[in-house]
């Protein structure tokens, strides 16, 4: 069983910047696939971005070269570098955590972390 447990929200102004983190209790992380997602009210939840176990990222278009997300295996830890922020990337995000294989699998999210872009 993975905990996922995120921190780093906040208000920031248009054009600013915050860093998003999220620890992961439990055994396996370097393995799993982590991501960062972000809903808002009445739509669905949408992939922001995205870290395989060997460091490969993929990214949403609206985000690509704003956004940065890394991992720290030896601290059981995903960042969300955001920088330029807009108004439209308000959001709750939630972390994700995703592994699969013939013998196992698992697929986790932490509570959300509430970001809000003021123009």
């Known amino acids: 069983q993975v905990q996922l447990v995120e921190s780093g929200g906040g208000l920031v102004q248009s054009g600013g910047s915050l860093r998003l983190s999220c620890t992961a209790s439990?055994?396996?992380?370097?393995?799993?696939?982590m991501g960062w997602y972000r809903q808002t009210p009445g739509k669905q939840r949408e992939m922001v971005a995205v870290i395989t176990s060997g460091g490969n990222t993929n990214y949403a278009d609206s985000v690509k070269g704003r956004f940065t997300i890394s991992r720290d295996n030896a601290k059981n830890t995903v960042y969300l570098q955001m920088d330029r922020l807009k108004p439209e990337d308000t959001a709750v995000y939630y972390c994700?955590?995703?592994?699969?294989?013939?013998?196992?699998?698992?697929?986790?999210w932490g509570q959300g972390t509430q970001v809000t872009v003021s123009s």
């Open positions: 994700n955590g995703y592994y699969s294989s013939a013998s196992y699998g698992g697929d986790y």
């Open positions: 439990g055994s396996g992380f370097s393995a799993y696939r």
